[in-house]
């Protein structure tokens, strides 16, 4: 796969990335696989990958400030 940036080659890595869900909530999900671009670091998440995230971020609770889950395969 390409980067949608500069063109180079995105390579599997693990990662920890935080959402924001509101104007004074974020969630950061730990282990996160992702596809980071080895020349630029821009980096995506596949489908699947996303589908769980979305589903991850649906269980939180929006009242918190910051809530650190782990992605679970």
């Not at 999900?29 to 996160?32: H, R, Y």
């Not at 080895?38 to 821009?42: A, G, K, S």
């Given at each position: 796969m390409k980067?949608?940036?500069?063109?180079?080659h995105l390579e599997p890595m693990i990662s920890d990335l935080p959402f924001?869900?509101?104007p004074t909530s974020i969630v950061v999900?730990?282990?996160?696989p992702v596809l980071e671009c080895?020349?630029?670091?821009?980096f995506s998440i596949e489908d699947p990958v996303m589908?769980?995230?979305e589903?991850?971020?649906e269980q939180t609770d929006g009242a918190a400030e910051l809530e650190v889950i782990a992605y679970a395969a």
């Open positions: 980067c949608h940036v500069c063109g180079e924001r869900l509101g999900i730990k282990k996160l080895t020349n630029c670091t821009e589908e769980k995230v589903h991850l971020l």
